[in-house]
């Protein structure tokens, strides 16, 4: 403790939420630097203070999401001439799903009205933070994943029958109304999913904010699904920024015995694309096995759930 009026506690749950926070959006190097600062023998216990009432305890407040709270700061950080802060707090607004237009039209709004001599700071710092995510995206592109596919020896595990196909598709509703037309699936199951239903969500192996629309029906014994990314990093995004509207994976939806099979494949060498843990009840494996498989991922569910339609969402049918 500083001194009377400034307890703190690096295993305080604000703390904790609030480094985990920033790890999250912005990334280790900063979370690092924090910690960094949490042991200079003056002001370190300062510095934590302010950071778990900022970080953690004010950003875990629900009533506005990390990219409405990023939204606010950003005129602020404009206002005040703040450049530091106003890099941030761009990239949490990325972070939350916004594009890079979204974020520039919203630079700009706040410009008009603070001043429109901070409109080159802002636009200099938003050129700084999109080079920066395009080098990381470089760094990403450079993952494991050829145009020749890769030899792998036989593991010993087995896929089992595949019961369920998904297609990545800009628009679902137009997607599924030629199924309507021409297969005479008039009604789908419409689910959003996003990270706020989730207790852990990645982006291969780093933690990611994400969201996209399910629409689900039924035919025969197949599970189809139409996947519509709407924001944050997803394998649906990647496939249908590279190659537009398109089967993009595959599963076993009924397989006993899911971990396993994860387990012997990521050993072997494939990643998973997207990981979600929803409700600490579900767990979502999007594998990328497009070098072994020639450009398809696969879906393992713990638990199985036999390839049905859930009971969470609403139905819509076409007339």
Request: charged share 20%; proline share 4%.
């Amino acid at each position: 403790m500083a001194e009377e009026g400034f307890p703190f506690s690096r295993d305080s749950k604000d703390y904790q939420q609030g480094i985990a926070l920033m790890r999250k959006v912005l990334g280790d190097s900063d979370a690092k630097h924090v910690e960094g600062l949490l042991d200079h023998p003056l002001f370190g216990d300062y510095i934590g203070w302010m950071f778990s009432k900022t970080w953690g305890a004010l950003y875990a407040r629900t009533e506005l999401s990390v990219r409405e709270r990023s939204l606010v700061l950003m005129g602020t950080d404009m206002a005040l001439g703040r450049e530091g802060p106003l890099k941030d707090h761009i990239r949490g607004a990325l972070f939350g799903g916004l594009s890079p237009e979204q974020v520039m039209e919203a630079l700009f709004q706040a410009g008009i009205y603070v001043g429109v001599p901070s409109l080159p700071m802002a636009m200099r710092v938003m050129g700084e933070v999109l080079a920066e995510r395009d080098q990381k995206q470089s760094v990403a592109a450079a993952r494991p994943h050829t145009t020749e596919r890769m030899k792998m020896d036989d593991l010993g595990v087995r896929l089992g029958p595949i019961n369920h196909v998904a297609m990545a598709v800009k628009d679902w509703k137009s997607a599924a109304q030629g199924y309507a037309s021409m297969m005479g699936l008039k009604t789908w199951r419409i689910m959003d999913i996003s990270t706020d239903m989730m207790t852990q969500a990645e982006y291969y192996g780093e933690p990611a904010e994400f969201r996209w629309i399910s629409a689900f029906a039924m035919q025969g014994n197949t599970l189809l699904e139409l996947c519509e990314p709407v924001s944050g990093k997803t394998v649906f995004a990647d496939f249908v920024d590279q190659h537009g509207d398109g089967m993009q994976h595959v599963g076993d939806l009924s397989h006993q015995n899911p971990q396993e099979l994860v387990k012997q494949y990521t050993s072997n060498g494939v990643k998973v694309g997207n990981y979600c843990n929803i409700g600490g009840m579900i767990e979502l494996h999007y594998l990328d096995t497009r070098d072994q498989l020639g450009g398809m991922f696969l879906e393992v569910v713990t638990p199985a759930t036999y390839a049905q339609i859930a009971d969470m969402g609403e139905d819509f049918t076409f007339e």
